[in-house]
């Protein structure tokens, strides 16, 4: 990259927020440190309805952040879409999702751009990584297979076992998103009644199946909070068991929710039925790929399950 970039490319950052308010302040601390030579930067939060004082606390650290209101009930996904439609009225080059649980390498931006730029019609993902376990790979390049039930997400992956250039990936896990601006205009919001918390599960791959190429830059490193498992089904009560299973389309262990992820984000319809009993036939046998059963399963490194998707990349100008 020059001293002095000759092209200045405008970003906005965006990230739906609640009750997290130490967590958000510590995403918008890390931010203000990247490296933005040529970028300019804003930021919009979607404060949905905090009680915990986030928005005053934001508002009084960083001023010159864009806090939008919602009233509690927009979710992930509904609160990403209220983002992106105000950042898409600033007609910005790219969109820049994230978790707020999340800090980052200081060149990680100027990376994804230089990905995004050297790959015409591409949407650029980080490397995720864990914070507590930073050599931990984490939620990325989850591969479709049938036979697994879904998406499988690898669990023994590492910065060593990971390919040295950026790779071509089925899904992009929604932590740290880097979308051309021309890429959700083409192909639309998430779909918040459908998946109102976990919209990012369809979303890349309607993008790919649209055309657009979805890569993981290695070297742009995103640092994020481990996930809560959730609660066991097995422990609840019929009740308990039915509102969540049905119901709760927000609650990660919900049928309908795992069934609208795998109809809209399958590589076909025929797929998305047929995986989903195998899931829940491999989670009533205990051989679940996402739960403890996938910590004795073998993996490949990433390196070599995707050693011939590597793609290129060119520094800024």
Request: aromatic share 10%; net charge neutral.
């Amino acid at each position: 990259m020059t001293d002095r970039p000759s092209v200045i490319r405008r970003v906005v950052v965006v990230t739906p927020v609640h009750n997290r308010k130490d967590l958000t302040l510590l995403c918008l601390r890390s931010l203000s440190r990247v490296q933005r030579p040529g970028i300019d930067l804003s930021i919009i939060i979607v404060d949905d309805g905090s009680t915990d004082g986030t928005r005053s606390a934001v508002v009084a650290e960083f001023p010159d952040v864009t806090v939008i209101q919602g009233d509690g009930n927009l979710w992930f996904t509904g609160g990403m879409n209220v983002g992106l439609r105000a950042a898409l009225e600033e007609n910005p080059d790219y969109i820049l999702a994230i978790n707020n649980d999340t800090v980052f390498d200081d060149a990680f931006l100027m990376k994804m751009i230089e990905c995004a730029e050297a790959n015409p019609r591409s949407v650029v993902g980080a490397l995720l990584l864990l914070w507590d376990q930073p050599h931990k790979v984490f939620q990325v390049a989850p591969t479709w297979n049938v036979w697994e039930g879904g998406f499988r997400h690898w669990q023994k992956q590492t910065v060593w076992s990971v390919p040295d250039r950026p790779w071509e990936v089925e899904l992009i896990v929604g932590n740290c998103i880097l979308f051309p601006t021309a890429a959700i205009r083409e192909c639309g919001l998430m779909l918040e009644e459908k998946l109102p918390h976990y919209g990012d599960a369809e979303y890349t791959p309607r993008m790919r199946r649209k055309g657009w190429k979805l890569l993981v830059q290695p070297e742009a490193r995103a640092f994020c909070q481990p996930n809560t498992p959730p609660p066991s089904l097995r422990k609840m009560s019929i009740g308990k068991l039915f509102r969540t299973a049905f119901l709760d389309l927000g609650n990660a262990n919900s049928i309908r929710r795992r069934f609208y992820a795998n109809w809209y984000g399958a590589p076909n319809k025929l797929e998305a039925v047929a995986a989903l009993p195998i899931f829940y036939l491999r989670y009533l046998l205990g051989r679940n790929i996402e739960g403890d059963y996938s910590q004795t399963v073998e993996e490949l490194s990433l390196k070599e399950m995707f050693a011939d998707k590597t793609v290129g990349e060119r520094h800024l100008a």
